[in-house]
């Protein structure tokens, strides 16, 4: 393979859409630089307002970062989702559009997603508002888990540099969600107590 290397200015106007298209069409048509994606890091870590190592970057938005010995999903704003292995999704704010009324604010048109059988879930940055992602699915589909990468092969295999800590590389978002369950029965039992007492008293 050729040897090539763009300047990471190129690569930071690449990433900012700031390229004429002759030159964007060879970049992208052409191999890639052997270290296009620490290139690509470096730009986006000098874009971010935190500290945190970007690992890889998720979205246009979201980053997984190195915090410590964790590795967690981070939005540009600065709001942590934690672990990576869960789905950061179940812990966005998401609103959910499935009435013909809600639809229509979106598609105008009358090719649109059926609100009988399926719906459009927006999920948000807690921390700064911004839109990270759209799903449309049938109702009651679970939250859908775009990416779940295997870091500690991508690191050790592909880049020829492993990570200092190595992580059980495993979807948690059910753990999560078990977790959330118990703490909820807990809750209710606890609520339930209390309305006993009150009712002896
Ligand atoms: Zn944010």
């Not at 052997?34 to 690992?55: S, T």
């Not at 059910?174 to 609520?191: D, F, M, N, Q, V």
Request: hydrophobic fraction near 30%; aromatic fraction near 12%.
């Amino acid at each position: 393979m050729p040897e090539i290397s763009y300047p990471k200015e190129v690569i930071r106007d690449l990433i900012e859409g700031k390229l004429p298209w002759n030159q964007l069409k060879s970049i992208i048509s052409g191999y890639k630089d052997n270290d296009r994606f620490d290139k690509y890091v470096a730009v986006l870590q000098e874009k971010v307002p935190w500290q945190e190592r970007i690992l890889l970057p998720l979205t246009d938005e979201l980053y997984i970062v190195q915090k410590g010995k964790e590795r967690i999903v981070k939005c540009s704003c600065g709001y942590e989702f934690g672990d990576y292995r869960e789905n950061w999704k179940l812990k966005a704010l998401i609103h959910v559009r499935d009435t013909e009324a809600e639809l229509d604010e979106i598609y105008p048109y009358p090719s649109k997603p059926e609100p009988g059988y399926c719906e459009m879930r927006e999920h948000y940055c807690p921390g700064c508002g911004i839109q990270l992602e759209v799903d449309t699915v049938p109702f009651g589909y679970p939250a859908v888990f775009d990416f779940l990468p295997d870091l500690d092969t991508f690191y050790r295999d592909w880049l020829r540099r492993p990570l200092d800590t190595k992580l059980e590389f495993t979807d948690l978002s059910y753990e999560l969600t078990r977790r959330w369950s118990a703490e909820g029965r807990e809750s209710i039992k606890k609520t339930d107590t209390k309305a006993r007492r009150r009712k002896k008293v």
